[in-house]
């Protein structure tokens, strides 16, 4: 069995998205797709759950719409991806908007080298993107503080912590948020993602935790993390302005839901905004 870094789920999410253009909106994403890749993807799809094309394309386009609409009405000017993976937000948005792509060093240093590539060949727009190459297990508070310094003045900065908490444990996803707060002013927003714990009994998830598990990503099964509601609520500078999760957003977008509700990976959205 091969072993799975924590890289390749970053590939899978691209190639999920690039298996429903027409749901997540990302006409990018399938520059990232490979062979291997490609035998990932299958094997997750059939032994944990075939929805997961259809919720990761949901959760990027709820996200990419959240900012688009905030972008609008002048409220956000700069995107601060953590753990961006090989997300595409900045050729989906606007061109004026800044982009902090942050993410582990490796991650950062092949996507910097693919996207100047892909710019160069035509294949993607010109955009503004700092990438930063950290780790969220260790002490980046400093690194990106002087990073974000560095920057012009902003209008205001959306926050974007997409599929990544699930890799961080609870004492991480605290000092992020803290983090978070001393950085972003009144105001600005936090979108976020997590799976509640009522998931931990659902079959799709006992099945993830062993594909993980199997593939030495994860070195307990019981290696994840679930964030309740009160995680957020209880946020003594944020309001919860909007919490939907697939079931809801797919409403919203006319996705059919294909399966039994035990047999899906329901994430949930949180938009979160500054208020002092
Ligand atoms: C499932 S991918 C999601 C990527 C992207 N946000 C998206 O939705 O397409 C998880 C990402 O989190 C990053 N990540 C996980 N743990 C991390 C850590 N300790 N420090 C920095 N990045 C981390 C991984 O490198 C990976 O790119």
């Known amino acids: 069995m091969e072993i799975m870094e924590v890289h390749e789920t970053a590939f899978m999410t691209s190639m999920f998205r690039a298996m429903n253009e027409s749901l997540s909106s990302d006409t990018f994403s399938k520059l990232w797709s490979n062979s291997k ?7 997750y799809l059939t032994e944990v ?17 959240k900012i688009k609409q905030l972008f609008k009405e002048n409220k956000v000017d700069t995107l601060l991806n953590f753990g961006s993976g ?8 606007d ?19 693919k996207i100047s590539n892909w710019i160069k060949e035509g294949k993607l727009p010109n955009r503004k ?26 209008k205001g900065t959306f926050i974007l912590l997409e599929g990544v908490l ?15 707060e001393k950085i972003q002013k009144k105001g600005d927003y936090i979108g976020s993602v997590s799976y509640d714990a ?18 030495k990503l994860t070195t307990s099964k019981s290696d994840y993390l679930t964030l309740s509601h009160n995680f ?28 039994k509700t035990t047999d899906i990976l329901n994430e949930n959205f949180y938009l979160l905004e500054k208020h002092n």
């Open 49 to 65: 759950s075939s929805e997961e094309v259809q919720t990761h394309c949901v959760r990027n386009r709820f996200f990419l719409e």
């Open 37 to 43: 890749t490609k035998t990932w993807v299958d094997a």
């Open 95 to 113: 061109g004026s908007i800044q982009h902090i792509e942050i993410d582990k060093p490796e991650i950062i240093d092949f996507k910097k080298k």
């Open 129 to 154: 993107i700092h990438f930063l190459g950290t780790d969220f297990s260790k002490d980046y508070e400093a690194s990106i503080t002087t990073e974000l310094k560095a920057l012009q003045k902003t």
């Open 86 to 93: 090989f997300s595409m937000y900045p050729f989906l948005l």
């Open 166 to 180: 699930f890799f961080l444990n609870k004492h991480q996803a605290e000092r992020i948020f803290n983090f978070f």
């Open 232 to 259: 957020y609520k209880e946020k003594a500078s944020y309001s919860v302005i909007e919490h939907k999760d697939y079931f809801r957003y797919s409403k919203e977008l006319n996705n059919s839901i294909n399966l």
């Open 198 to 215: 009522s998931i931990e009994k659902r079959a799709a998830f006992l099945r993830l935790q062993d594909f993980f598990f199997n593939k």
